[in-house]
């Protein structure tokens, strides 16, 4: 099972970035998968989350409104939309799958891909 993300960088205030996890070895329409964000000095934390059969999508309340989850069944991937970026988003950025429900707990995870970092900053 592998975890490939993409799409992190720098952007200013304001600004917009998609990033995208693509999954080989297994089939998101039954993981769940979240985003997880990791500041310097700080724990990692789920801001995000997509359930597997239903589709729903959980949001953390710091993201609501800004942020965005989809799937792609026939890619078997999904993409973060991030709009309105402020300077408190700057993190390192990891995407996680596993079976059954969405869990803001990392260890509900088996499957992590490798960080994207994301730098807001004018």
């Known amino acids: 099972v592998q975890l490939q993300a993409s799409g992190g960088g720098l952007v200013q205030p304001g600004g917009s970035l998609t990033l995208s996890c693509a999954a080989s070895g297994l089939s998101l329409d039954y993981y769940a998968m979240a985003w997880f964000r990791q500041a310097p000095g700080k724990e990692r934390e789920a801001f995000i989350c997509i359930s597997g059969s239903e589709g729903s999508v959980y949001y953390e309340d710091s993201v609501k409104g800004r942020f965005a989850l989809s799937r792609d069944n026939a890619k078997n991937s999904v993409t973060l939309q991030m709009d309105d970026l402020e300077p408190e988003d700057t993190a390192v950025y990891y995407c996680?799958?596993?079976?059954?429900?969405?869990?803001?707990?990392?260890?509900?995870?088996?499957?992590w891909g490798q960080g994207t970092q994301v730098t807001v900053s004018s």
């Open positions: 996680a799958t596993d079976l059954g429900r969405c869990s803001s707990l990392p260890r509900a995870y088996n499957y």
